[in-house]
């Protein structure tokens, strides 16, 4: 049984890795922010209410080119479906979490799922320990924003630029995702409709039409591998 | 931008953000295992990922209209982008690569260099 230092010092040296990544991204978030004209404090409540990476900058994206609200919410919960299936595998890790639980679940982000679901050595992590690192990587998140928010206010730096660290986290997210799969299949899709839709459609439907009819065909995948299975 | 409706923007991507969290919770619970959940909890992800790249990319079209139509950071952006690829396939670490590509990309910009 840890004592309660004890429990956090070990949390932050497991979160390490996470304030490593999160202090720059979210500074680069909050200078973005500043950039296309967020005010600071609402920089600092995006990242203390929606909490999420690639969200909050595909949030900034959406703002800046001026977005409706039905388009964010569809993008944002196209975005994050993923998350969805971080929680399946986290059912019955989450049970019994008590007051916790709400916040264990807000706070999934991409970092913390990997903390959560590889520390399971010697009966995994108790629900106070997962908590200490869920708060943790959330802490570093929004204390990389202020930074930036003040590196983005004070203009002591020429952040021109630094908006393809976006674009840059994306193409890191792919080739991890390509890694793990080792199939051609869902990037074959996602070129498809991905230029289809630049060449096709107006900006602001590019993203949701491209993830739809992305979609639209995994499920037709699917469907033709269960008749294939059937027959 | 008004003081609601920023309060209102980041009010719809909370709540969509927590949405996808929490619904797995609320109600897949016993639907955890069916195909189709899986198939697309595994092929959903990276295409979603593949889409953002381009997305991020999209204002490099060198043919569209059927002419050449390349943004000024066009080439920038695409050779920041192999920088990181560049970079992630040697040394495989997500913080190097996008501070390496960020960096070569500003630089760029900001000095005003394209091919």
Redesign the interface.
């Known amino acids: 049984m840890l004592n309660n230092d004890n429990a956090w010092r070990q949390a932050g040296v497991t979160t390490l890795p996470v304030m490593?990544?999160y202090l720059?991204?979210g500074a680069?978030f909050g200078i973005l922010a500043i950039e296309v004209?967020?005010?600071a404090w609402?920089a600092v409540?995006?990242s203390l209410?929606?909490?999420?990476g690639?969200?909050?900058f595909?949030?900034v994206a959406l703002?800046a080119g001026g977005a409706g609200?039905v388009e964010?919410?569809v993008a944002?919960?196209?975005?994050?479906?993923?998350?969805?299936?971080?929680?399946?595998?986290l059912?019955r890790r989450?049970q019994g979490a008590g007051w916790r639980k709400p916040y264990l679940?807000?706070a999934?982000t991409d970092e913390t799922y990997s903390l959560l679901t590889t520390h399971t050595g010697d009966g995994g992590l108790d629900h106070a320990q997962a908590f200490r690192i869920s708060l943790l990587n959330q802490l570093w998140w929004v204390l990389g924003s202020i930074l930036g928010v003040l590196i983005g206010t004070t203009l002591a730096f020429?952040?021109?630029?630094?908006e393809?660290?976006?674009?840059?986290?994306?193409?890191?997210?792919?080739?991890?995702?390509?890694r793990r799969?080792r199939q051609w299949?869902?990037?074959v899709?996602?070129?498809a409709?991905?230029?289809g839709a630049?060449?096709l459609l107006p900006e602001r439907h590019?993203?949701l039409g491209?993830?739809g009819a992305?979609?639209l065909m995994?499920?037709a995948?699917?469907r033709v591998?269960?008749a294939g299975g059937a027959s | 931008?008004n003081v609601l409706d920023?309060l209102?923007?980041?009010?719809?991507?909370?709540?969509?953000?927590?949405?996808?969290?929490?619904?797995?919770?609320v109600a897949?619970?016993r639907q955890?295992e069916h195909?189709?959940?899986l198939?697309?909890?595994?092929?959903?992800?990276?295409?979603?990922?593949?889409?953002?790249?381009?997305?991020?990319?999209?204002d490099f079209?060198p043919l569209?209209d059927g002419r050449l139509n390349i943004a000024p950071?066009g080439w920038?952006?695409i050779i920041?982008?192999l920088v990181?690829?560049s970079l992630?396939?040697w040394q495989r670490n997500?913080?190097l690569?996008?501070?390496g590509?960020?960096g070569a990309?500003?630089?760029?910009?900001?000095l005003g260099w394209t091919p």
């Open positions: 490593f990544g720059p991204l680069a004209g967020i005010p609402g409540l995006m209410l929606i909490y999420a690639a969200g909050q595909l949030a703002l609200l964010v919410a944002t919960l196209m975005l994050n479906s993923r998350h969805l299936f971080y929680g399946l595998s059912l989450f679940i807000f999934l020429d952040s021109r630029g630094i393809f660290a976006l674009t840059a986290l994306f193409i890191v997210l792919t080739l991890e995702q390509a799969l299949l869902p990037f899709i996602a070129l409709t991905g230029f630049i060449l590019l993203l491209a993830i992305a979609s995994l499920l995948d699917y591998r269960q | 931008m920023l209102g923007f980041i009010a719809v991507c909370a709540a969509a953000t927590f949405a996808t969290r929490v619904l797995p919770f897949l619970a955890a195909p189709l959940i198939h697309l909890g595994r092929y959903l992800p990276p295409a979603v990922m593949m889409i953002l790249v381009l997305y991020a990319l999209r079209r569209a950071d920038p952006m920041a982008s990181v690829v992630h396939l997500a913080l690569s996008i501070i590509g960020t990309y500003m630089a760029m910009v900001q």
